[in-house]
């Protein structure tokens, strides 16, 4: 069987995409162009790959075979290249990297200067997008994602992980002091999350003592919608003022809006430079969470792929400025 490596790749694209067209225009060919090369991997196979409808495009028992196969065979093209590559001159070329939005401003952006000092040859695609990518249809070569991500069909790696801290700004702790203790909250001006109910239960350190309140306090908070009664376990937050995403919450809290239990890694660079300042963080818990670069089997071994991983791994595992003190 006489394969060309480069039509195998297209088929593979076609059976990804779900049409001709799609493939065409990825590759800026005509369609006729993408045809032939399909009838000319067809003729080498002597078998026919794909039934073609006015419905679309479908694969036979025997495109289905050839499809695992091709699989192995391109990740093996790929591992060879890239290692040869990455011996002579390290590793290059581009690496399309799925992520959410949030996670590409707090990790991917500030990361890139690093990333690409220490490998010039490298170039980074960002898809940053809050839904769940198609890493095959897409072309996503590494997925940043938080959370469970077990799967039979992806290899993950974790990478790192984040908790949340309670954060105001200097200029409003200023205006309306430091809180020492849980029950001064009452007195605060809180955010809370408008679409995730989940963001406003706060944990405690010890899950199960609710802190008392005294009648007044509790009556005042009520009065003002910053608290509810609490869960145990947790200090419930209804908020002086709500928002729908994490980069408006943040932007709420650097202007002193208010005060408000943030991502680590989007509060990281605020509290490094004094920004910010975290609170009471010996009442409450940071509920890590594990930070994971999830890849398809056959791309996970590539030089180009084990690089980016291994930079993110230890761009997070960096601490933060140890002089950033708890008031």
């Known amino acids: 069987m006489n394969l060309e490596l480069d039509d195998v790749a297209l088929f593979m694209r076609i059976k990804e995409l779900g049409t001709l067209s799609a493939a065409a225009r990825e590759r800026n060919w005509p369609v006729s162009q993408v045809s032939r090369t399909l009838v000319r991997l067809e003729t080498a196979c002597g078998v026919r790959l794909l039934h073609r409808s006015t419905h679309g495009l479908s694969l036979t028992d025997e495109g289905d075979t050839f499809a695992t196969h091709a699989t192995q065979l391109l990740a093996t093209r790929d591992e060879l290249a890239s290692t040869l590559t990455g011996k ?153 003022t709500r928002s729908d995403n994490s980069g408006a919450t943040l932007a709420l809290v650097l202007h002193g809006v208010g005060m408000a239990r943030l991502s680590d890694l989007v509060a990281r660079p605020h509290l490094t430079s004094g920004a910010l300042v975290p609170l009471l963080q010996h009442c409450f818990d940071p509920q890590r969470v594990p930070i994971y670069a999830v890849m398809r089997p056959e791309r996970h071994r590539l030089p180009k792929v084990r690089a980016c991983i291994d930079w993110w791994r230890d761009w997070l595992a960096a601490p933060v400025d140890s002089t950033i003190k708890n008031p």
Do not use: K
Request: one cysteine or more; proline letters at 9%.
């Open 88 to 240: 002579l001159a390290g590793p290059s070329g581009w690496v399309r990297v799925g992520v959410s939005p949030a996670l590409a401003e707090a990790v991917i952006a500030p990361s890139l200067s690093g990333l690409h000092q220490r490998h010039p040859d490298l170039r980074i695609d960002l898809a940053a997008d809050d839904r769940m990518a198609d890493m095959a249809r897409e072309g996503i070569d590494i997925a940043i994602r938080t959370g469970h991500t077990a799967s039979d069909t992806v290899v993950a790696r974790q990478i790192g992980e984040y908790g949340r801290t309670l954060c105001a700004s200097p200029a409003y702790l200023a205006a309306h002091g430091t809180p020492a203790t849980l029950d001064d909250l009452h007195r605060h001006r809180l955010v809370a999350s408008s679409v995730s109910p989940a963001l406003n239960a706060w944990p405690l350190r010890q899950p199960g003592t609710p802190t008392p309140q005294s009648p007044d306090v509790a009556h005042t908070a009520a009065t003002r919608g910053r608290a509810r009664p609490h869960t145990p376990g947790f200090w419930q937050v209804d908020g002086h």
